[in-house]
C-alpha cells in the first residue's frame, strides 16, 4: 500500500467513472483528500467538483514521480449520507493514438524509442482524512467498494482530440442515492501493475481557466462552420449542441486559416496536427452540453463539421487555461506598439505553461528545457514563476541520467547517453536519443540541460532563496561533469544546435555551445560559494578559467582594421562574426578587460549591418542584453518595430495574437513563446528595474524611454515588494517617478534618458 492507500482501476485503458457512498456519524471538524488520479482526474463531493483546477495531477516521469493532489473538503461533508465521485482520464500517462499529432521530421533519423504506456490501465487513488470534533480520526481509501463505469469521453488524447458520446452520460453520478445497480466493483491493482513513482504533493500551481472567449461565426467553407475566438490559447472548449441520437459534430481547433479560409491544421512541412474533438449527440431534440475533460485544445478557430442538418451548435466558447496565472508585473505606455508585443509574448507564455513548460500547444506539448533559462527572467518579470520552475527543476532532477540509463539504436542495441545528462526534455515521454548528423542528440543539447544551472540561477536572483541552489547543486556539478566528457582535443563542444532558430542560419555551434560550458562552470562556482563549498569553488573556477582562455586564444582574433572580434569557428575559410559570437562572450565576462571595447565596437557594428536581430532563441536574450549594456537601445527599438522579419511588430501586422516561433511568416508555430526574451528588457531597459542584490532586495533604476513614448508606466511585484517606474515626457524632458516598497535599498541612474 501506497501513502494514499490502494490503486484501483475501471479495468479500462479509456476514461472512467469512480464514485462511493459513505456515512459520517459524528460532527467533522476537519476534511482532507489526497487525490491522483493517472493520468489525469476530476473530482467530485455531493454534487460538486471540489476545485478550479484543470487537468490534475502535473505531468510527470510517471515510473519515478508522480503527484497527488491536496483538498481541503470540510465544507463539502455532512453528517450523514455522503457521495465521492471521481472522472479519470489517459494525459501522458497511458496516451490514445487516435488522432496523434507528432511525429519527427525527415531530416532525423527514425526513432527507435517510441512512447511506451507507464501501465496498463488507468489507475485511481484516494485517501480521506476525517477529523471529528471528538478529536478521533477515521481515514477512508480507495478499494473494493468504490464503483466505476465508462465514461461518455471514449477517447481522450494528449494532444487534443477527444470523443464524448452523450449517451453515457450519468447524470447524478455524483450524488447520493444515485442507482448505480449498473456500475460494477473497482478493481484493486496488483503490486506488480502499481504505477512506480514516488508519490509527491503537487506544489506548483494547478493549471485554472484564466480568461473566456466566446466564438464568433465568420463564415461557411468546404461544408465547414468557421468560428473565431478572437484569441490563440490553450483552453477547454465548452458548447451546446442538439440533434437526433447518433447524429455527430466534429470540431477541428486551427490557429489560422488558409487560403481558403478553412481551418488549417498544417505546421509547415512538419505535417498536419490533426485534432478532432468529437460529439455524439446522446438523445434526439435535446440541448446538450459539452466540455473537454482531460485535454485542451490549442488554436483560435474551430471548423465545425456537421454529419446532418439536424445538428444544431450554440454558445461555442474556449476557456483559456494556464499554471502562470498570478501575475507579478505590468507594462503600460502611450505606444500601443509595444503594449500589442507585450500581450503577444505573455499570451503565448500562459498557453504554454500547463504544469510543464511547452514547447508549443499544437503539434508537439514536449517539455524542452531551454527556454526554463533562456526566458527565465522575461516570464519572472511577468509572472509569479517560483513554484512553477521548481516543478521544471523537479523534473530535471528526475529525469537525469545514471550511468546504467540506456536506449536503443537503429539495430537494435544499448545505447548509452551518459551519466550526468540532463535530458532536453523533462519529463520525456518520445526519447529521440540518436546523433542527428552535424548536430548532435536532440536529447542532448547544451543550452537545453543548462537550464539545471541557469535556470536556477535566475530562480536565485529573482526570488532570493538559496534553498532552490543547495537542492539542485549536485544536479548541476553531475551535469557538468557530463559536458566535460563531451569537450573534444581542442577543448570546444563541437555539437548541438548552436544558435538556434537563426535567420541567416549562422548557428555558430563551437562558440555558442563553449560559452555555456563556460557560464555553466563559472554560475557552479558562484553556487560553491554560496553554499560555502569551498573546494568545489575553486576547481570550478580554475576550470571556467581555462575554458576563458583556451576560447579566447583559438576564437579572439583582429580583423582587418586591426580590431578585436570574435570570429565563428565554424567558418575558416573567412572572418565571419554574428551577434550571437560577440554578445555571448560579452555578457559572461569572458572578453579580456583590454579587449572589451573593440568586441563592444564589433558587436555594434553587426547591429548596423544587419539592420535588425539576426538571431536564434539561444543567442537573442544575451545580444538583447548585451545591446542594451552597450548604449544601443536605440537599435533594439528599432529592430523589434520593424514591419518585416525578423521583427516582434511583423508578427502583429500579420494579425498573430500570440508570438511565432521562428522570423517568418506563417511559422511552424502561431504560440511559442521562445524568442520573446525582449519581455526582459521592458522590464531591465525600458523600466530599467534591474536586480542588485537577490530577491530585488537592493535594485537599480536605469530607465530609458523611446522616442515615439511619451508615457510608460511598469510595476513589478517583487518578494521584496513592490517597485514601481512611471517616466513622462514634458517639454523635452522625462521625469522619472518612482514607488518602491519599504525595504528595498535602490539607486536611481538618469543616463540613458534623453
Not at 490502494?6 to 471538524?29: H, M
Request: aromatic share 12%; hydrophobic share 35%.
Amino acid at each position: 500500500m501506497n501513502r494514499l492507500g490502494n490503486w484501483i482501476s475501471g479495468k479500462s485503458q479509456t476514461p472512467f467513472y469512480a464514485r462511493r457512498e459513505f456515512n459520517i456519524k459524528k460532527q467533522v471538524q476537519k476534511a482532507t483528500a489526497y487525490v491522483c488520479g493517472l493520468g489525469q482526474f476530476i473530482f467530485h463531493i455531493n454534487g460538486q467538483k471540489v476545485s478550479d483546477h484543470e487537468l490534475d495531477p502535473g505531468w510527470t516521469n510517471y515510473d519515478k514521480k508522480i503527484q497527488y493532489v491536496k483538498f481541503d473538503v470540510t465544507k463539502l461533508l455532512h453528517e450523514g449520507k455522503n457521495a465521492l465521485g471521481v472522472e479519470v482520464g489517459n494525459g501522458w500517462f497511458l496516451k490514445e493514438d487516435e488522432h496523434y499529432t507528432f511525429t519527427f521530421p525527415a531530416f532525423m533519423p527514425p526513432n527507435p524509442n517510441p512512447y511506451r504506456p507507464f501501465g496498463k490501465e488507468l489507475v485511481l487513488a484516494i485517501k480521506l482524512v476525517l477529523d471529528y470534533a471528538d478529536e478521533t480520526e477515521e481515514i477512508l481509501y480507495a478499494d473494493e467498494n468504490f464503483q466505476v463505469k465508462e465514461h461518455p469521453v471514449k477517447m481522450s488524447n494528449v494532444y487534443g482530440s477527444e470523443t464524448y458520446d452523450a449517451s453515457l452520460e450519468q447524470t447524478g453520478w455524483d450524488k447520493t442515492d444515485f442507482d448505480a445497480s449498473e456500475w460494477e466493483a473497482a478493481s484493486v491493482i496488483s503490486e506488480e501493475d502499481t504505477p512506480k513513482g514516488e508519490l509527491v504533493e503537487q506544489f506548483q500551481p494547478a493549471i485554472k481557466v484564466i480568461r473566456s472567449y466566446p466564438a464568433k461565426y465568420i463564415h461557411s467553407v468546404c461544408n465547414r462552420d468557421i468560428y473565431d475566438l478572437g484569441q490563440n490559447v490553450s483552453g477547454m472548449l465548452k458548447l451546446s449542441y442538439r440533434g437526433k441520437k447518433g447524429d455527430v459534430l466534429r470540431i477541428y481547433p486551427a490557429e489560422k486559416l488558409d487560403k481558403d479560409k478553412n481551418a488549417d491544421q498544417v505546421a509547415k512541412s512538419w505535417g498536419t496536427v490533426g485534432n478532432c474533438i468529437t460529439c455524439v449527440v446522446g438523445e434526439d431534440d435535446v440541448w446538450q452540453e459539452y466540455r473537454m475533460r482531460f485535454t485542451y485544445f490549442a488554436g483560435r478557430y474551430f471548423a465545425v463539421e456537421k454529419s446532418s442538418e439536424a445538428v444544431e451548435v450554440n454558445d461555442i466558447t474556449g476557456e483559456a487555461i494556464s499554471s502562470a496565472w498570478k501575475t507579478n508585473g505590468t507594462f503600460q505606455c502611450d505606444d500601443s506598439r509595444y503594449v500589442q508585443i507585450y500581450d503577444l509574448v505573455e499570451k503565448a507564455v500562459e498557453a504554454n505553461m500547463v504544469s510543464v513548460h511547452t514547447d508549443c500547444p499544437t503539434l508537439e506539448r514536449f517539455a524542452w528545457q531551454e527556454p526554463n533559462h533562456l526566458m527565465a527572467p522575461s516570464i519572472m518579470y511577468m509572472k509569479d514563476g517560483r513554484k512553477l520552475w521548481e516543478k521544471f527543476f523537479m523534473d530535471m532532477r528526475t529525469d537525469q541520467l545514471t550511468e546504467n540509463d540506456y536506449f536503443m539504436d537503429l539495430e537494435g542495441n544499448r545505447f548509452y547517453p551518459g551519466a550526468g545528462l540532463i535530458p532536453s526534455q523533462a519529463p520525456c515521454y518520445v526519447h529521440n536519443v540518436l546523433p542527428v548528423p552535424g548536430m548532435g542528440s536532440f536529447f542532448d543539447i547544451i543550452p537545453w540541460g543548462s537550464s539545471g544551472i541557469l535556470g536556477v540561477k535566475w530562480h536565485y536572483l529573482f526570488y532570493g532563496d538559496k534553498q532552490v541552489i543547495a537542492d539542485n547543486y549536485e544536479m548541476g556539478k553531475k551535469y557538468l561533469e557530463h559536458l566535460k566528457t563531451k569537450q573534444n582535443a581542442e577543448g570546444f563542444l563541437n555539437y548541438g544546435l548552436g544558435d538556434w532558430g537563426n535567420p541567416d542560419n549562422q548557428l555558430a555551434r563551437e562558440n555558442v555551445e563553449t560559452a555555456f560550458l563556460y557560464a555553466d562552470a563559472i554560475t557552479l562556482a558562484e553556487f560553491a560559494e554560496i553554499l560555502g563549498e569551498k573546494e568545489d569553488e575553486v576547481q570550478l573556477r580554475q576550470f571556467a578559467e581555462e575554458i576563458k582562455e583556451n576560447y579566447n586564444q583559438r576564437l579572439l582574433v583582429q580583423d582587418e582594421k586591426g580590431k578585436w572580434c570574435y570570429r565563428s569557428f565554424e567558418h575558416t575559410e573567412k572572418l565571419v562574426i554574428t551577434q550571437a559570437c560577440e554578445a555571448l562572450p560579452l555578457y559572461w565576462g569572458m572578453v579580456p578587460e583590454d579587449k572589451v571595447s573593440d568586441v563592444a565596437e564589433a558587436f555594434r557594428q553587426t547591429f548596423l549591418e544587419k539592420r535588425a536581430f539576426a538571431s536564434g532563441e539561444v543567442g537573442l536574450p544575451y545580444i538583447i542584453q548585451t545591446a542594451s549594456r552597450y548604449g544601443m537601445n536605440d537599435l533594439i527599438c528599432s529592430f523589434i518595430m520593424k514591419p518585416e522579419h525578423p521583427s516582434y511588430y511583423a508578427f502583429v501586422k500579420e494579425g498573430l495574437t500570440t508570438l511565432g516561433e521562428y522570423w517568418e511568416e506563417n511559422p511552424r508555430s502561431h504560440c511559442h513563446d521562445m524568442m520573446g526574451h525582449i519581455i526582459e528588457w521592458y522590464y531591465n531597459g525600458l523600466a530599467g528595474i534591474k536586480p542588485l542584490e537577490p530577491g530585488f532586495k537592493k535594485v537599480l533604476i536605469k530607465p530609458y524611454l523611446p522616442e515615439s513614448m511619451n508615457y510608460m508606466k511598469c510595476r513589478y511585484e517583487s518578494v521584496s515588494g513592490m517597485i514601481q517606474v512611471i517616466l513622462t515626457r514634458k517639454d523635452g524632458r522625462v521625469e522619472v517617478e518612482t514607488d518602491i516598497a519599504e525595504g528595498i535599498s535602490f539607486e536611481i541612474d538618469c543616463s540613458n534618458l534623453k
